[in-house]
């Protein structure tokens, strides 16, 4: 009864990418005939390269491609069995190599890092072992452990580099788990910082149950003796460590990597590895260009490659601290992070550098917080200290005149990413002589006619709706029961109002639209922490109200500068409120603005469909179904409905008294507690007579015939033209065998048609089920905005966890 359409992180990743992509600065193609490292072409440009990840320069070395070229006349193009029959003659030679530079430990090789992670990880992890994930380790570690979830591993999640946490989680899984793994790279693809690495060591030696998996990919190559990465000389001495890497990057070939301290452990990836069994090796071209990639880091020219790379950091390093920019990155290692902040800024930051003749990479959401994007880039030796010049050059003028076109306040971009803002703040606001913004905090400060003019057709939000909703969620005594109210109107010289909405602000739950098993998991442990997951939010509109809760006067010359100011406000908004998270909703898919919002650093996320059905006007039962079209569905409703009907006494009430008033309440607790499919805490229990107070709304009462007790109520608002039910209560003894829930859905239908209404509002959930009495499901979405990504990532990572 309670299925939704629920958000999809896929949809969300799919919408974010495809606008990178329309703005041509990401998802692009190379377009170049000879691949020398130094350049890429792109739509017909030549682009100094700052974007891959072969740091080392290897790709093209005479030597690596010579072992290439000798492997491949010797043994073809690919060696066609599968390892656990036989394995192929050139591994071992690659292996040898690949374990001198991690001394002499033992190695694994694959055909990449992904599958490297898929097959020790499923090898090494069991059930009774707890799986500790930082919060920015790489997708190809957090991918493999939903599988791990699935054999009954409990997967946890930490706060990126927070040694506090992870001791916490130790201490309180310690007797309860035979191993504890924390897994983390060695160094992070985003932002280019390192781990903790000495808390890590004395947590290792404090802790003997804890063990440690580090994914390298970026780190081994171009930093280490031999180039044996970032982490292994630290950790190499622990038999509980784990590190896994590639050839793919540093190595300048293909391929992943997995060195042992236990070789037990060893072993038995070794001679079964799960997906290592079933899978190719690396063909004899890849694994020459690796032999021949060892050989090179293992001989003395790899020591001086690496002094090379790290001659252009150091370079690289004073050149961007003289400019004082938004560098978030850590000055050891090669990939570096210049924040932009909101989405307009970075992405017109890109398009400026790369116009310039620079290839760089976006970082955008969900990889970062949607106000927290930034241009990313890499250093090689292929790139030129004259590069670097063209580079900060480039990076130095377009900051700045990205930040004034897109009219952003610098000094606000320095403060979210924490660093020491020397200039001047450079917002233009908007002409205040043209555009005009008023605030307030109650409805009551607001003309009626005024507002009813807006909205009082869009839901349960007319001015005297507002003015119950008010009074409904203040003065109670849980924080989550009580709301702030922020209404905002904006006009311009003559009085006319070009933009106008609502918003309240108070504690949400973050799983409010995730799987309806995840909030149950999360449910369990609000029963110890009752605010857990929970997060100080401002949205528009409430949770006592649907439909278009945004007015915009689309027509009006100064659109776009009340909507710049909106958007200014809506920050003032959050900062007043000390909200971690905006959402703006309610918005179906021909909405005008879409790109506006996602430039303010909105992401764009779906929401529930809505339901509405348009009444007309029909006098019988039979009349009712000539107006469904569905053959089907007429017998439906014939066979559940019609036919329970006489056995049913249903009346509508304008006031209630306090029995009923609290059984009501009891009724759509039954409902609540049984269902997670948006999840957000429970209304004050003075809701159903605070109601009962306002002529707008009334309660539908639904009793066996001639009983005593409400087995079913609504509660609904009556607008002008429209009728919205907005929660039903339910005695579920008597959902199934007396149709109780279909039979509601029909009585209200009646309802507004009695009324003379013009449509009414369903609401959300069981789209199905209320189309079959004419209902149009319309898709919605909403905009959001997170300070950190925490949360949703620890929601999205409950996935696939095995009940118990």
């Known amino acids: 009864m309670a299925k939704i359409k629920h958000t999809s992180a896929y949809d969300v990743i799919d919408h974010v990418v495809t606008s990178g992509k329309n703005k041509k600065i990401m998802h692009l193609a190379s377009e170049e005939e000879v691949f020398d490292g130094e350049f890429l072409k792109i739509n017909n440009q030549e682009l100094i390269n700052f974007g891959t990840c072969g740091y080392l320069g290897l790709e093209k070395h005479p030597h690596i491609l010579a072992k290439s070229h000798e492997l491949l006349d010797r043994y073809g193009s690919h060696f066609s069995i599968s390892r656990a029959f036989v394995k192929a003659p050139y591994l071992e030679e690659l292996e040898s190599l690949i374990s001198k530079i991690f001394d002499n430990h033992p190695v694994v090789i694959y055909p990449s890092t992904s599958v490297t992670h898929q097959s020790v990880l499923g090898t090494i992890i069991q059930p009774s072992d707890l799986i500790i994930l930082d919060q920015q380790v790489h997708y190809s570690v957090q991918y493999p452990c939903q599988f791990a979830k699935l054999q009954g591993t409990m997967v946890k999640m930490i706060r990126h580099n927070s040694m506090e946490m992870l001791e916490d989680f130790i201490k309180r899984g310690y007797n309860q788990y035979d191993k504890i793994w924390y897994m983390a790279d060695g160094v992070y693809s985003m932002y280019g910082d390192l781990p903790h690495k000495k808390e890590l060591l004395y947590l290792l030696e404090k802790y003997?149950?804890?063990?440690?998996?580090?994914?390298?990919?970026?780190?081994?190559?171009?930093?280490?003796?031999?180039?044996?990465?970032?982490?292994?000389?630290?950790?190499?001495?622990?038999?509980?460590?784990?590190?896994?890497?590639?050839?793919?990057?540093?190595?300048?070939?293909?391929?992943?990597?997995?060195?042992?301290?236990?070789?037990?452990?060893?072993?038995?990836?070794?001679?079964?590895?799960?997906?290592?069994?079933?899978?190719?090796?690396?063909?004899?071209?890849?694994?020459?260009?690796?032999?021949?990639?060892?050989?090179?880091?293992?001989?003395?020219?790899?020591?001086?490659?690496?002094?090379?790379?790290?001659?252009?950091?150091?370079?690289?390093?004073?050149?961007?601290?003289?400019?004082?920019?938004?560098?978030?990155?850590?000055?050891?290692?090669?990939?570096?992070?210049?924040?932009?902040?909101?989405?307009?800024?970075?992405?017109?930051?890109?398009?400026?550098?790369?116009?310039?003749?620079?290839?760089?990479?976006?970082?955008?959401?969900?990889?970062?917080?949607?106000?927290?994007?930034?241009?990313?880039?890499?250093?090689?030796?292929?790139?030129?200290?004259?590069?670097?010049?063209?580079?900060?050059?480039?990076?130095?003028?377009?900051?700045?005149?990205?930040?004034?076109?897109?009219?952003?306040?610098?000094?606000?971009?320095?403060?979210?990413?924490?660093?020491?803002?020397?200039?001047?703040?450079?917002?233009?606001?908007?002409?205040?002589?043209?555009?005009?913004?008023?605030?307030?905090?109650?409805?009551?400060?607001?003309?009626?006619?005024?507002?009813?003019?807006?909205?009082?057709?869009?839901?349960?939000y007319s001015h005297n709706g507002l003015r119950c909703i008010e009074e409904i969620f203040s003065n109670n005594e849980k924080v989550e029961e009580n709301w702030g109210f922020h209404y905002l109107i904006i006009k311009d010289e003559n009085n006319e109002v070009i933009v106008a909405t609502f918003f309240t602000s108070g504690l949400y739950k973050d799983d409010l639209l995730a799987l309806e098993n995840i909030?149950?998991?999360?449910?369990?442990?609000?029963?110890?922490?009752?605010?857990?997951?929970?997060?100080?939010?401002?949205?528009?509109?409430?949770?006592?109200?649907?439909?278009?809760?945004?007015?915009?006067?689309?027509?009006?010359?100064?659109?776009?500068?009340?909507?710049?100011?909106?958007?200014?406000?809506?920050?003032?908004?959050?900062?007043?409120?000390?909200?971690?998270?905006?959402?703006?909703?309610d918005f179906q898919s021909d909405f005008k603005y879409i790109e506006y919002f996602e430039n303010e650093g909105f992401a764009k996320i779906s929401m529930p469909n809505v339901n509405i059905i348009p009444?007309?006007?029909?006098?019988?039962?039979?009349?009712?179904?000539?107006?469904?079209?569905?053959?089907?569905?007429?017998?439906?409703?014939?066979?559940?409905?019609?036919?329970y009907e006489d056995q049913f006494d249903v009346t509508f009430k304008s006031t209630i008294n306090d029995k009923e008033a609290e059984h009501y309440y009891d009724l759509f607790q039954n409902v609540k507690r049984d269902n997670h499919a948006v999840n957000y805490f429970k209304y004050p229990t003075k809701i159903t007579k605070t109601l009962s107070k306002y002529e707008d709304w009334e309660f539908m009462d639904i009793k066996l015939k001639g009983g005593d007790e409400a087995i079913c109520c609504v509660w609904s608002f009556r607008g002008d033209k429209h009728y919205s039910p907005l929660i039903m209560g339910l005695n579920y003894e008597y959902v199934e065998s007396m149709n109780l829930y279909k039979q509601a859905i029909f009585q209200l239908v009646k309802r507004a048609n009695y009324l003379n209404k013009e449509k009414v509002f369903l609401g959300y959930s069981a789209d199905y089920e209320k189309q079959k009495y004419g209902a149009n499901t319309v898709p919605l979405y909403a905009f959001i905005k997170l300070d950190d990504t925490f949360n949703t990532e620890l929601i999205e990572s409950m996935s696939n966890v095995k009940k118990g």
């Open 208 to 460: 003997p149950k804890f063990h440690l998996y580090f994914d390298d990919a970026h780190g081994v190559g171009w930093t280490g003796t031999n180039g044996c990465g970032s982490v292994f000389e630290y950790f190499k001495h622990s038999e509980r460590v784990v590190l896994i890497s590639t050839l793919a990057k540093g190595f300048g070939s293909i391929g992943g990597i997995a060195i042992f301290n236990d070789t037990e452990m060893y072993r038995k990836v070794d001679i079964y590895g799960g997906i290592l069994s079933y899978t190719h090796p690396l063909s004899p071209a890849n694994v020459g260009a690796a032999i021949g990639s060892a050989e090179i880091l293992l001989s003395e020219k790899g020591q001086v490659y690496q002094e090379e790379l790290k001659d252009l950091m150091e370079y690289l390093n004073t050149k961007l601290e003289d400019l004082n920019l938004t560098n978030t990155s850590s000055n050891e290692t090669p990939i570096y992070f210049i924040g932009g902040g909101s989405v307009k800024i970075t992405h017109n930051l890109i398009q400026r550098v790369m116009a310039d003749g620079l290839y760089v990479n976006t970082a955008t959401y969900p990889v970062v917080p949607n106000d927290k994007s930034g241009l990313r880039f890499t250093l090689t030796r292929h790139n030129t200290k004259e590069h670097i010049d063209q580079l900060v050059s480039s990076i130095g003028k377009n900051f700045h005149l990205a930040v004034d076109e897109e009219n952003e306040d610098l000094e606000k971009i320095y403060k979210t990413f924490k660093i020491p803002f020397k200039g001047e703040s450079t917002i233009k606001r908007v002409d205040l002589a043209k555009v005009f913004v008023y605030s307030y905090t109650s409805i009551d400060e607001i003309d009626v006619q005024l507002w009813d003019n807006l909205f009082k057709d869009n839901g349960s």
């Open 519 to 585: 909030s149950m998991q999360i449910e369990k442990q609000r029963e110890q922490d009752p605010y857990y997951l929970c997060s100080k939010t401002l949205a528009m509109g409430s949770l006592f109200t649907e439909g278009n809760h945004l007015f915009i006067n689309e027509k009006h010359p100064l659109v776009n500068e009340a909507l710049s100011e909106f958007f200014i406000e809506v920050e003032k908004l959050k900062k007043a409120t000390d909200s971690t998270v905006v959402i703006l909703r």
């Open 615 to 643: 009444i007309q006007n029909w006098n019988t039962n039979e009349e009712f179904l000539e107006q469904i079209p569905s053959k089907n569905n007429k017998r439906n409703i014939q066979r559940y409905v019609f036919k």
